[in-house]
């Protein structure tokens, strides 16, 4: 298969059997079968063909940072948005490619003096995998600001949905139903005074570092917020801050976060989401629901082929 690859996809930067706790905000996950980087949209649509073509899987990620990829990996396709990022700014509006830096793109936006991109400062994900959740902090959300997304169909056809036909909801979009791949955003801002702008995005970002274990590898909250309670609060009262499961731990510092303390795996994190769920579900009859999303094998799924 390694040659058919070179043959069809030459020059594309795709990587063999390629470990992907190397990518993975979590530092876990086993390896992809082959890993992709496409420069543009026709390497993107390239790839996307070929893998249609020969009936092989293919999925994107943008950032992985709301991601547990299980140890036995991925087979077929990972596709990544890393070389499709660039951000340009006309009047009010910002448009970025899906491999954009969601932080970065909101740097952009002061430096320009635009308001409404400050609830992003410190979300560590791509412009793509912010649509597709529709990230939101601190009273804001992706679909606030909005305009439109450039979608590449599994058809392989590109179409352009309008922000109100995104079916935006509490870390949902319409993508995430009709497994459209985000190509490109577009934001409108309003414009704002620069040193207001920055202060905020420094006080946000002081919030984020007093309260979250920034420090260790995490996706973030594991779990959506369930209605009129937090997740965090309701691990701790089931008094499972700081429990452990191999190398993972519901973290000190914020019970919503799991962090990676020593070398843990997928499956440490999957059993201790599984003992999380069902110790908060006994002690306060919540049963939380996952907000990151895990995806891939098991060890034991790969090593039975
Ligand atoms: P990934 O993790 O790479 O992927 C997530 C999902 O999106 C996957 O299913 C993937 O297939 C899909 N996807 C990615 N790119 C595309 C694309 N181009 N087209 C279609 N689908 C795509 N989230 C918040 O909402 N608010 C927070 O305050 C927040 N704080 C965080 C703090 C920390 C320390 C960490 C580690 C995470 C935090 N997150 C937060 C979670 C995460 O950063 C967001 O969910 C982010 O939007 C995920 O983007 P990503 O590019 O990393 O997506």
Redesign the pocket.
């Given at each position: 298969m390694t040659n058919f690859l070179n043959e069809e996809l030459k020059g594309i930067d795709i990587r063999v059997d390629e470990p992907l706790k190397k990518y993975t905000?979590t530092k876990v996950g086993g390896p992809v079968d082959y890993l992709a980087f496409p420069r543009n949209r026709y390497e993107l649509s390239r790839i996307v063909k070929f893998a249609n073509a020969h009936s092989l899987p293919w999925?994107?990620?943008?950032?992985?940072?709301?991601?547990i990829v299980r140890d036995g990996g991925i087979r077929g396709f990972v596709i990544m948005?890393d070389k499709l990022n660039g951000v340009t700014v006309d009047g009010y509006v910002i448009e970025a490619e899906?491999g954009a830096n969601?932080i970065e793109t909101t740097r952009v936006a002061k430096f320009h003096s635009l308001t409404g991109f400050e609830f992003a400062c410190?979300?560590?994900?791509?412009i793509?995998?912010?649509v597709?959740?529709n990230?939101?902090?601190y009273g804001g959300e992706i679909a606030h600001i909005l305009i439109s997304a450039q979608v590449l169909t599994k058809e392989g056809n590109v179409k352009t949905i309008e922000g109100r036909d995104m079916k935006f909801g509490y870390?949902h979009s319409v993508?995430q139903d009709t497994g459209?791949?985000?190509i490109s955003a577009k934001f409108a801002l309003k414009a704002g005074d620069y040193v207001k702008i920055s202060q905020e995005m420094a006080r946000l970002t002081h919030l984020r570092e007093l309260k979250?274990p920034?420090e260790y590898p995490?996706?973030?909250?594991v779990f959506k917020r369930p209605l009129g309670h937090f997740a965090g609060q309701l691990i701790s009262e089931a008094n499972l801050k700081g429990y452990r499961i191999g190398g993972v731990e519901v973290s000190k510092k914020h019970a919503g976060f799991m962090v990676n303390v020593a070398d843990g795996c997928a499956k440490d994190y999957e059993d201790l989401i599984t003992y999380v769920i069902e110790t908060v579900e006994a002690h306060s009859g919540i049963r939380l629901e996952p907000e990151v999303?895990i995806i891939g094998e098991k060890l034991s799924d790969k090593s039975n082929e």
């Open positions: 905000y999925m994107v990620l943008g950032n992985a940072s709301n991601i948005f899906a969601l410190g979300i560590p994900g791509s793509g995998g912010a597709f959740m990230a939101g902090a870390r993508v459209d791949v985000v979250q920034l995490s996706c973030g909250s999303r």
